[in-house]
């Protein structure tokens, strides 16, 4: 029989609690008997919720908490006086090994401080990035990092490339992955001072296959499968690349509705571009790992609906499977 991982789930975080983590969860253990999920929050909310399901009772379990770090809260100061929060209590049992992974839609900020200080950083990581997943025309990209370090350094640039590498191989099965580090332009002299330091040291870097740089353009048509850059870019990417997809879905719903004829047409050509679409869609590839923790801590958007809770933590799965975190200790204490 294969081993059970163990997922927490923030119940109160996010736009949609507790109502989106539940129905994650409940779809989760119904769809995988490898999954269990512990469910973090005020237990009569939870309970209300899951009262209108039915699923395995004997693989979610919630755990009762008192307190709810809310996103405008500092976040330093909320992890260090809401002992009983959802996110403190869910990122502690994965720091003691009571669970393997914690996922949360909730406060951004306390996730990343709690992820730092509660389950703490794998030895020799100097900065934990947060790495999503993005659609491109041939699959996916890891965009390494889009939310935690906004003053990186070219070190710490380099560890992303490592540890994206891995991710990408190991979970998402990309056999030597390509590394770009995002640019202005593809010439190895343009860019700012990080770029330009960072360039040559990635270019030294053994165990991954750089490509050099790449220019934002080029980032949907899938020229490489691991973005590195600093967090300010990478969220800026990140946010870009979701409006401007949401908008394109949009203008070409209504532009079939504009006629009799492009309606007919909509009609013939909705379920391949229904696939298509789907593929585009971030809520699709689960949530964003921070990588380099002792145990896996995976963001998802605060206004995430069940579909992308659930599929991050089947991303938990695949990623403890495989082993991620060993595979980063080990490439990591190589340097």
Same mark, same amino acid.
Do not use: W
């Given at each position: 029989?294969?081993?059970?991982?163990?997922?927490?789930?923030?119940?109160?975080?996010?736009?949609?609690?507790?109502?989106?983590?539940?129905?994650?969860? @409940?779809?989760?253990?119904?769809?995988? =008997?490898?999954?269990?999920?512990?469910?973090?929050?005020?237990?009569?909310?939870?309970?209300?919720?899951?009262?209108?399901?039915?699923? /395995?009772?004997?693989?979610?379990?919630?755990?009762?908490?008192?307190?709810?770090?809310?996103?405008?809260?500092?976040?330093?100061?909320?992890?260090?006086?809401?002992?009983?929060?959802?996110?403190?209590?869910?990122?502690?049992?994965?720091?003691?090994?009571?669970?393997? #992974?914690?996922? =949360?839609?909730?406060?951004?900020?306390?996730?990343?401080?709690?992820?730092?200080?509660?389950?703490?950083? !794998?030895?020799?990581?100097? +900065?934990?990035? *947060?790495?999503?997943?993005? /659609?491109?025309?041939?699959? @996916?990209?890891?965009?390494?990092?889009?939310?935690?370090?906004?003053?990186?350094?070219?070190?710490?640039?380099?560890?992303?490339?490592?540890?994206?590498?891995?991710?990408?191989?190991?979970?998402?099965?990309?056999?030597? /992955?390509?590394?770009?580090?995002?640019?202005?332009?593809?010439?190895?002299?343009?860019?700012?001072?990080?770029?330009?330091?960072?360039?040559?040291?990635?270019?030294?870097?053994?165990? !991954?296959?750089?490509?050099?740089?790449?220019?934002?353009?080029?980032?949907? #048509?899938?020229?490489?499968?691991?973005?590195?850059?600093?967090?300010?870019?990478?969220?800026?990417?990140?946010?870009?690349?979701?409006?401007?997809?949401?908008?394109?879905?949009?203008?070409?719903?209504?532009?079939?509705?504009?006629? *009799? +004829?492009?309606?007919?047409?909509?009609?013939?050509?909705?379920?391949?571009?229904?696939?298509?679409?789907?593929?585009?869609?971030?809520?699709?590839?689960?949530?964003?790992?921070?990588?380099?923790?002792?145990?896996?801590? @995976?963001?998802?958007?605060? =206004?995430? =609906?069940?579909?992308?809770?659930?599929?991050?933590?089947?991303?938990?799965?695949?990623?403890?499977?495989?082993?991620?975190?060993?595979? !980063?200790?080990?490439? !990591?204490?190589? @340097?």
């Amino acid at each position: 029989m294969s081993e059970v991982v163990k997922v927490v789930v923030d119940a109160m975080g996010g736009d949609y609690a507790p109502q989106e983590p539940v129905h994650a969860a @409940v779809e989760a253990v119904k769809e995988n =008997s490898e999954i269990f999920v512990y469910l973090t929050g005020i237990e009569e909310q939870i309970q209300q919720e899951l009262k209108k399901y039915q699923y /395995p009772t004997d693989r979610i379990e919630i755990v009762p908490t008192t307190e709810v770090i809310e996103t405008a809260e500092p976040p330093v100061n909320a992890i260090r006086k809401k002992k009983d929060s959802s996110i403190v209590v869910g990122q502690t049992m994965v720091r003691k090994g009571e669970a393997d #992974a914690f996922i =949360s839609s909730g406060s951004t900020g306390a996730v990343l401080v709690g992820g730092q200080v509660i389950v703490g950083r !794998i030895k020799g990581v100097e +900065r934990p990035p *947060l790495a999503p997943l993005i /659609p491109t025309k041939d699959g @996916v990209a890891l965009l390494i990092d889009c939310g935690a370090n906004v003053d990186a350094r070219p070190s710490h640039l380099v560890q992303f490339a490592k540890m994206g590498s891995i991710y990408m191989e190991n979970v998402v099965g990309i056999k030597n /992955p390509r590394v770009a580090i995002v640019n202005i332009g593809a010439e190895e002299e343009k860019g700012n001072a990080l770029v330009k330091e960072t360039f040559p040291l990635l270019k030294e870097t053994k165990g !991954i296959n750089f490509i050099g740089s790449i220019e934002a353009r080029d980032i949907p #048509a899938g020229y490489a499968d691991v973005i590195v850059c600093e967090a300010f870019v990478g969220n800026v990417i990140l946010k870009l690349y979701e409006g401007v997809g949401a908008t394109l879905i949009s203008k070409v719903k209504s532009g079939m509705m504009t006629s *009799l +004829r492009s309606k007919i047409g909509a009609l013939l050509v909705k379920p391949a571009l229904k696939k298509t679409l789907k593929s585009f869609d971030a809520s699709e590839h689960g949530g964003a790992p921070l990588l380099g923790l002792k145990g896996l801590v @995976v963001k998802t958007h605060g =206004s995430a =609906s069940y579909v992308e809770i659930k599929n991050g933590i089947k991303q938990c799965l695949q990623f403890k499977k495989q082993g991620i975190n060993e595979k !980063i200790k080990e490439h !990591i204490q190589e @340097v």
